[in-house]
């Protein structure tokens, strides 16, 4: 409940930056929809209101993922798909491109982060990627702050690492340095 808990309900917005890269994005997906399904498309969206309703409604559904993503699983649902994608099928797509190189959606990459005890370096992340995020976004603050607040420095974080590991960067969690034996005199 809202008074039990330090996390409120619901899911941080984007900045209005963000927000216009993403509208920006789901216009680009839905322009090669339009190429690669030229048909079916203007079966499926024949008013220009029908298509803008749909357009937000991906955009809701989507704003979780990076843009590259998107765009990447936009182009496997046009590979593999004979007819016009679904949402289903489209985030099916996104998360199949981020599971292809091993990460995991940055959403349950936050609440990994959030939820993983310490010490931080000796959990078994599911990928290296989700540490440095959470390293990044500082583990007091995120332990500390509302998901409100928190989610956005997170996001931001693991976004950076995505695009660095989808581009074929190796990332590694740092080892653990052990304290020196102490020696009495």
Known sequence: SQTTSATPT????????????LIEAINQVFAL????????FFAAYPAEDDLNH?????????????IDVIFRGARTAIERNDYLPTLNRMLEACRQSLTDIGLSAPRDAYLEACAAPSPKADYAWSHPAVYLAGRDSDWFYLANNTER??????????ENYLMRA???????????KALPQQKTT
Not at 10 to 21: I, S, V
Not at 33 to 40: D, I, S, V
């Open 10 to 21: 619901g899911r941080a917005e984007p900045t209005p930056e963000q927000r216009q890269r």
């Open 33 to 40: 929809f339009r190429l690669n399904y030229h048909n079916q």
């Open 54 to 66: 749909v357009r937000r409604l991906w955009l809701d559904a989507l704003a979780d993922y990076p």
């Open 149 to 158: 607040v928190t989610w956005p420095v997170f996001r931001d974080h693991y």
């Open 166 to 176: 989808s581009r074929g960067e190796t990332l590694t969690i740092p080892e653990r």
